[in-house]
């Protein structure tokens, strides 16, 4: 596969659940993101790991856990979500966080996440 | 503030007409980069186009071409010869910060629609 996977891509999940999102990318990039992109509203940064360092965290509720094991790989787990949860999560790589035009992000499909 | 001001919510544009999407941001960082992405219906966000702050001359890709503006602040995203694939929805977001501390800062988008 080419790109950024990410899996799956629809989800339904009750509140109590728990469950984990799966990104993947192909392309040997050493920066990893997640997203949440809800209905109206602009994109959110959530997590950013570079070299499989965490480097920012947008005071995301502890309900979202990020893990990232190698740089080609990275997890959302998520636990006891609320219904304002429900959104498109993305996860996005780029070759290199230091400036220019390398940095540029590639994205992933996005998994459609529902909270009951 | 706003960061990214996108204040075209939709648009249509006739097949092989080029059409322009506006997109205003405000940083007082000097050294930035904007970016133009598709979004289509699927929810995979497909990168366009990068500008960055030094950069003197427009950027192209293709069909797709920057109106890189830095005194107005205005990074407009031109589609010359419009497809019906072109229909989608277009962010456009900034890049600004330094290493290690980067943020990526999203528009609420423009829906482009394509007319045959």
């Known amino acids: 596969e080419t790109g950024v996977t990410q899996t799956p891509r629809h989800l339904v999940m009750g509140m109590t659940n728990k469950k984990s999102l799966k990104c993947e990318q192909h392309?040997?990039?050493?920066?990893m993101y997640w997203y949440k992109q809800s209905a109206k509203k602009p994109l959110e940064l959530m997590f950013v790991?570079?070299?499989?360092?965490?480097?920012e965290n947008n005071s995301v509720p502890s309900r979202f856990s990020p893990e990232c094991p190698n740089s080609s790989h990275l997890f959302l787990h998520l636990h006891t979500l609320q219904p304002e949860d429900s959104a498109l999560y993305l996860c996005a790589s780029s070759q290199d966080p230091s400036g220019g035009a390398g940095e540029t992000q590639y994205f992933g499909p996005g998994t459609r996440l529902l909270v009951l | 503030a706003q960061k990214i001001t996108q204040t075209q919510p939709g648009m249509f544009v006739q097949e092989k007409e080029a059409v322009t999407l506006d997109c205003t941001y405000d940083t007082s960082d000097q050294s930035y980069g904007l970016f133009w992405y598709k979004q289509p219906s699927s929810g995979e966000m497909i990168f366009l186009i990068y500008q960055g702050s030094y950069d003197e001359q427009n950027a192209t890709e293709g069909r797709y071409s920057l109106n890189f503006q830095k005194a107005r602040k205005s990074a407009n995203l031109v589609i010359s010869a419009s497809q019906l694939g072109d229909s989608a929805m277009y962010f456009c977001?900034?890049?600004?910060?330094?290493?290690?501390?980067?943020?990526?800062?999203f528009g609420t988008g423009t829906r482009l629609k394509v007319l045959a």
């Open positions: 977001a900034m890049r600004e910060g330094t290493s290690g501390t980067y943020k990526y800062i």
């Open positions: 790991y570079s070299l499989e360092e965490r480097v």
């Open positions: 392309l040997g990039h050493n920066a």
